[in-house]
C-alpha cells in the first residue's frame, strides 16, 4: 500500500513499527478468542483491523529517510508457523496472547531487521524480543478463555507499518 493522499505531520515525521501483520483468517481467529475473555468495563480493546504482532517499533522517522528504509527492510525471508497459545495479563493491565515457544526463524527475523534499521542510521530497542499479540490495554482483572488459544498463524512476510494519531494504523509496504 502507498501513502497516496496521506498528509505528513507537521514535523515531517512518521511514527513508525515494523509487524508481523496478520491476513484475514487469522486475524479473526484471533478477533473470535478475544471475544470469549470477559473483560471489564474499562478495557479498550484493540479493534480486530489493528492486531498485530511488533517486531520493531522505530518512532519517529524523518519522512526523507523512507525510501532508503524501505530498501534496507527488503531481505530474504522463509515463512514460519507461530502458535499463539498462552493468555497474559501483564503488570499495568495489558492482555495479550503469547507464543508458548518462540520460533528459531522469528527470532532471526527479528535479528535481521535490527541489523537492516542499524545499517540506515535507525537506532534498535535494547530489549529482548517478546512477541505478542495486544488484545486489551487497561484491561484491569479480565478473565480469559479456560482453554488456550492454540491459534496456528502461517507467517507470509512482515510489514513496514505508519501510526497516525486519531487515524489508526496504515501499512506502508509489506515484504513476502
Given at each position: 500500500?502507498?501513502?497516496?493522499?496521506?498528509?505528513?505531520?507537521?514535523?515531517?515525521?512518521?511514527?513508525?513499527?515494523?509487524?508481523?501483520?496478520?491476513?484475514?483468517?487469522?486475524?479473526?481467529?484471533?478477533?473470535?478468542?478475544?471475544?470469549?475473555?470477559?473483560?471489564?468495563?474499562?478495557?479498550?480493546?484493540?479493534?480486530?483491523?489493528?492486531?498485530?504482532?511488533?517486531?520493531?517499533?522505530?518512532?519517529?522517522?524523518?519522512?526523507?529517510?523512507?525510501?532508503?528504509?524501505?530498501?534496507?527492510?527488503?531481505?530474504?525471508?522463509?515463512?514460519?508457523?507461530l502458535v499463539l497459545?498462552?493468555?497474559?495479563?501483564?503488570?499495568?493491565?495489558?492482555?495479550?496472547l503469547e507464543p508458548?515457544?518462540?520460533?528459531?526463524?522469528?527470532?532471526?527475523?527479528?535479528?535481521?531487521?535490527?541489523?537492516?534499521?542499524?545499517?540506515?542510521?535507525?537506532?534498535?530497542?535494547?530489549?529482548?524480543?517478546?512477541?505478542?499479540?495486544?488484545?486489551?490495554?487497561?484491561?484491569?482483572?479480565?478473565?480469559?478463555?479456560?482453554?488456550?488459544?492454540?491459534?496456528?498463524?502461517?507467517?507470509?512476510?512482515?510489514?513496514?507499518?505508519?501510526?497516525?494519531?486519531?487515524?489508526?494504523?496504515?501499512?506502508?509496504?509489506?515484504?513476502?
Open positions: 500500500m502507498g501513502m497516496e493522499g496521506h498528509r505528513p505531520d507537521a514535523s515531517g515525521n512518521a511514527r513508525l513499527f515494523i509487524a508481523l501483520w496478520p491476513d484475514p483468517a487469522v486475524r479473526d481467529a484471533i478477533a473470535a478468542w478475544s471475544e470469549r475473555w470477559r473483560w471489564n468495563a474499562s478495557a479498550k480493546r484493540v479493534g480486530a483491523g489493528h492486531l498485530h504482532l511488533t517486531l520493531h517499533f522505530l518512532g519517529d522517522v524523518p519522512r526523507e529517510q523512507l525510501p532508503a528504509l524501505r530498501r534496507a527492510l527488503a531481505l530474504p525471508f522463509a515463512p514460519f508457523t497459545e498462552r493468555a497474559v495479563q501483564w503488570r499495568g493491565g495489558t492482555a495479550v508458548a515457544r518462540v520460533p528459531l526463524r522469528l527470532r532471526e527475523l527479528h535479528a535481521a531487521l535490527g541489523d537492516a534499521l542499524r545499517s540506515v542510521a535507525i537506532p534498535v530497542e535494547a530489549r529482548a524480543l517478546r512477541p505478542h499479540v495486544t488484545l486489551a490495554r487497561r484491561a484491569g482483572p479480565a478473565e480469559p478463555p479456560g482453554s488456550a488459544a492454540q491459534l496456528r498463524w502461517r507467517v507470509a512476510g512482515y510489514a513496514l507499518v505508519e501510526s497516525r494519531p486519531g487515524a489508526g494504523y496504515e501499512v506502508l509496504q509489506t515484504y513476502l
